[in-house]
């Protein structure tokens, strides 16, 4: 895991949300802001001038021109190593589901306090998926969904995840980084990176974002 000061960068085009963010975010310790942009094309046109590639971007969805989830695997085909979370006032599965399925490793409302935004950020670096409530509980119903019928806990091979394994998807589904899966079950890391390696096989994903947009198009159907 990389170790702080983490790069920072955001994209919204609200002058009072985009100044209130780089305000408090950008004068926190733990992040080294590189780039602030109003819009996906302007974080793009602007890059090249950044001193060190951002790890981690803050990315509105209701942009001008290209939305924050049409922008993700843009972003990503530039920055392969980056983190990108989302930001929204909309906490509707859809969305959810779209956002995770561009890549996105976390959803954040609007409404998220400053403080607890910078901890979910943090979070993110430490290798969690974070997601303010309103939007866990769409996906917290999900994974409820998968454990109460055999067929959507299966891979396409029909070979089932073991109780240990659907601990760990649970983990994964609150947040947690690896290393809190550990402590939260008394395992140790290397374990809990076998059993989410099973997990992504017998799944035939391989992501995080991938396991959560799973379980939400489940919950959708």
Do not use: W
């Not at 859809?94 to 609007?110: I, N, P, S, T």
């Not at 998926?129 to 891979?155: E, K, L």
């Not at 990176?193 to 947009?213: P, Q, T």
Request: glycine share 8%.
């Amino acid at each position: 895991m990389p170790e702080p000061p983490y790069t920072l960068a955001l994209i919204e085009d609200q002058a009072p949300i985009r100044e209130m963010l780089q305000e408090y975010l950008c004068a926190q310790p733990e992040f080294e802001c590189e780039l602030v942009a109003e819009s996906v094309e302007a974080f793009l046109a602007a890059l090249p001038t950044a001193t060190r590639p951002p790890q981690l971007i803050l990315s509105d969805i209701g942009l001008p021109g290209l939305s924050g989830i049409e922008g993700i695997p843009l972003l990503q085909a530039r920055l392969p190593q980056a983190q990108v979370v989302m930001l929204s006032v909309y906490a509707e599965a859809e969305r959810v589901y779209q956002a995770l399925c561009a890549g996105a490793v976390g959803y954040l409302l609007k409404d998220t306090p400053l403080r607890e935004l910078k901890e979910h950020l943090l979070q993110v670096m430490a290798g969690g998926s974070p997601m303010s409530p309103g939007v866990a509980r769409h996906v917290v119903q999900a994974f409820q969904r998968m454990s109460q019928q055999p067929a959507p806990a299966t891979g396409l091979g029909g070979e089932p995840l073991t109780a240990r394994e659907l601990d760990i998807v649970r983990g994964i589904e609150d947040g947690l980084s690896y290393k809190l899966i550990a402590s939260r079950y008394g395992i140790s890391l290397d374990t809990v990176r076998n059993h989410i390696r099973s997990v992504y096989r017998k799944l035939h994903i391989n992501s995080k974002g991938e396991l959560l947009a799973r379980a939400l198009q489940r919950h959708r159907g």
